[in-house]
């Protein structure tokens, strides 16, 4: 939950103030023209997230709201902005004027902090490293598994053609490349053969989108692809849509997906909404909150963890994380920086 250090006594006494002499921006109360107290006008708050978190957040957003009125006697409003994770931070930094983040990878996060929009300690207001759920790359594949793939080493027959976002802007891209790279090391492999093994993975995939969800509607929409590297989440999502059509298959080891979460300092207290914005995401990890990112299949962390859905278990999943390539600054610059692993691979022209 939020730490203790947050806690932001000057700034209460300030909205405490404005509430007293009638203010109406931001989080203030309002003095009807009679002087009675007038309905207090919504907070409004928005949340700038990744291409996947569309329908997680909508639900959230209802429930907070809900909460927060009755807790707090102000009702709030959340928008949502959705795109691919590293256009989203983009946008923020050149001036998307968002409260609070929730973005599909660290770095996109940590590039928002190093603009100056938010403080340094970022990471470590909310447990888990300011990470409420995670996930895990998973396989999506036509009905009936045509071309029977059970592994990441089936990936790169020469009869399979893939379909997964463009790493170098979708969060859900990058942790695709890296889900394939650690996957070919835990089998015994070095590193020049994940090189070679996520170089003909990416000779098999014909289209990169930017972000996860153009993505999905590749794959699902255009049926274009044999199998398409997602999010556990994405995939429930695009199975459910497609009305049988696909099918989701668990690799037996993958990467652990960690998105993390952060108020935006400079904005929030511009606005006077920090309050509503740092209880907007505690939410995430109350007992509710929880039980609504279960709903939509991200796994929120905890023994205590709850299921999808009455009677469901989440799938076992042999996972890695990020730090077996030594975390996500040697990651960026290893991978996905320019000239890294991925530009002198990946040649549009040899995609088939």
């Given at each position: ?113 190093k603009s100056g929009l938010l403080r340094p300690d970022w990471q ?12 895990v790359v998973v396989l999506v594949v036509r009905k009936g598994n ?68 153009a993505a999905t509607a590749t794959f699902s929409q255009k049926g ?129």
């Open positions: 939950m939020l730490r203790a250090h947050v806690q932001q006594s000057a700034l209460l006494v300030v909205l405490s103030a404005a509430v007293l002499v009638g203010c109406t921006n931001g989080e203030a109360g309002k003095t009807a023209a009679g002087g009675g107290q007038a309905a207090a006008p919504a907070i409004a708050l928005l949340n700038v997230s990744y291409d996947p978190t569309r329908e997680l957040y909508r639900d959230i957003n209802a429930a907070f709201a809900r909460h927060y009125e009755q807790e707090h006697g102000r009702p709030v409003e959340v928008k949502q902005s959705h795109a691919a994770s590293g256009s989203q931070a983009r946008a923020v930094i050149d001036g998307l004027d968002a409260d609070v983040v929730t973005l599909a990878v660290w770095p996109d996060v940590e590039a928002v902090a470590a207001r909310y447990d888990n490293q300011s990470v409420p759920y995670h996930s045509p071309k029977k793939i059970q592994d990441w080493a089936d990936l790169v027959r020469d009869d399979v053609s893939i379909i997964t976002p463009n790493p170098k802007t979708s969060g859900n891209g990058k942790y695709s490349f890296l889900a394939a790279w650690g996957a070919a090391l835990a089998t015994g492999g070095s590193e020049e053969d994940a090189r070679k093994f996520v170089t003909e993975l990416y000779h098999r995939t014909p289209v990169l989108d930017t972000g996860a969800r274009i692809g044999d199998v398409h590297l997602t999010f556990e989440n994405e995939a429930h999502l695009e199975v459910d849509e497609a009305k049988g059509e696909l099918e989701i298959i668990y690799p037996p080891r993958s990467i652990r997906v960690d998105p993390p979460v952060a108020v935006v300092d400079q904005n929030v207290d511009r606005r006077a909404t920090r309050h509503a914005a740092e209880a907007y995401l505690g939410f995430l990890y109350t007992p509710e909150g929880r039980a609504i990112i279960a709903k939509h299949h991200y796994r929120p962390w905890g023994n205590d963890s709850p299921s999808p859905a009455a009677g469901e278990e989440w799938p076992k999943v042999e996972t890695f994380d990020i730090e077996f390539v030594g975390g996500w600054n040697t990651a960026m610059k290893k991978f996905f920086g320019e000239g890294g692993v991925f530009d002198a691979i990946y040649n549009p022209g040899t995609a088939g």
